[in-house]
C-alpha cells in the first residue's frame, strides 16, 4: 500500500502542496471487497500558520473507482470527484500526518449508493440472464 503521510515538522510557513496516487491496495488494506480497483489521486494542500503550530490541511480526491455493477453486475467505473478539510487533531508530539483512514473514507463517503453503468452500457447477455430468472 502506498503511503499516505506527511511530515509537517519541518514544513516552513505557508502553502505546501502534496500528491498521492490511489490505487485498489488502500482498499484491500481496508478488506473492502466492493471496491475492486481505484485510479485515484489525492491532491493535499497543508498551510501552516504564523505560529508554526497552526495547519490546516485540505484534501481533494478525484479519478475512477471500479465497482460491481448494481444491475449486471459487470465492472463498473464510477468517478469520484471530492474536497474535505482534514479535521482530525494533530498531537504536538507526532511528526507527521497519516492521511490514510482519512482518504480512504473521503472516497468511500463519495460513492453513490446506487452504482450503475450509464443506460445502455450494461452487459446485455448479464440483462437478459436477470430478466429470464425473474420471469421465471
Known sequence: MNNYTIAYKGLGQGGHDFAFDVDGTLFEAFENHD?????????VRVVRGGTGSGLTVTVRVHGTVTVACDRCLGDCGIPI?????????????????????????????ALPYRRVHPDGQCDPDMIQRFTTESDN
Open 81 to 109: 470527484d471530492t474536497e474535505d478539510e482534514y479535521d482530525e487533531p494533530i498531537c504536538a508530539t507526532e511528526d507527521v500526518i497519516d492521511l490514510t483512514q482519512f482518504i480512504y473514507e473521503s472516497i468511500v463517503l
Open 35 to 43: 471496491v475492486k480497483d481505484a485510479r485515484c489521486r489525492a491532491d
